[in-house]
């Protein structure tokens, strides 16, 4: 399978789909949703499988500050994304979140990362700027908490404030203003951590 061909939105039940948030919490105001069964384990893996055969490049950087650390990132096309099934669910979740309100995807790509890698805390918007979401879903057919690997949220003042583990099946939806990163497996991990990352703006 094309990695970039991935399960379309027809492919699901809808009907058997709750987008209510597994968990919610805030940063100075902001939003954390964590979203868990919006697809199935056995959707979550077929996504797990086929990424993992994609071509990434090590071209991702978190800010223009730290453009010489860069990060494995395999890019998706936007006119693919309508077509999959993580796309229609992170629709539900943003509904469920932001009821009435249009947000549109600008982005949409999966990152990579193995034991040792190093990865920088970011944010994804600035609050001068459109209001902004991440739709990040962790791409994995099974996940031991002994892995690490955790996403960690950051008050304003740098205080690691909320952690999100990975899960298969598992959204994490978020402020774009809030400072986090990703964390990298730990050396015991025997799997790469994928992690497939939406970011959708206000229309």
């Known amino acids: 399978m094309d990695p970039h061909e991935l399960p379309g939105a027809g492919d699901a039940d809808e009907g058997d789909v709750s987008a209510a948030p597994s968990r919610s919490e805030t940063i100075d105001g902001r939003d954390v949703f964590v979203f868990d069964g919006l697809v199935t384990a056995e959707e979550s893996a077929v996504y797990y499988r086929a990424i ?35 796309w229609a669910a992170t629709e539900q979740a943003v509904a469920s979140v932001r009821p009435g309100e249009n947000f549109r995807p600008y982005r949409a790509y999966t990152n990579f ?34 892995w690490g690997g955790e996403t ?12 999100v583990a990975p899960k298969p099946a598992r959204l994490v939806l978020f402020d774009g203003v809030i400072r986090h990163a990703g964390k990298p497996p730990n050396r015991n991990c025997p799997i790469g951590r994928y992690t497939f990352a939406i970011k959708v703006r206000v229309a």
């Open 113 to 146: 990362a193995s034991s040792g890698d190093l990865l920088i805390s970011h944010v994804d918007a600035q609050p001068d700027q459109p209001r902004e979401l991440t739709a990040l879903w962790y791409l994995c057919d099974r996940w031991d908490p002994d």
């Open 152 to 163: 960690l949220f950051y008050t304003p003042d740098g205080d690691a404030r909320i952690a």
């Open 52 to 86: 993992t055969q994609a071509a990434f490049t090590r071209t991702e950087f978190a800010s223009v500050a730290t453009t010489d650390l860069r990060h494995w990132v395999c890019e998706m096309p936007l006119q693919n994304l309508p077509r999959a099934t993580l």
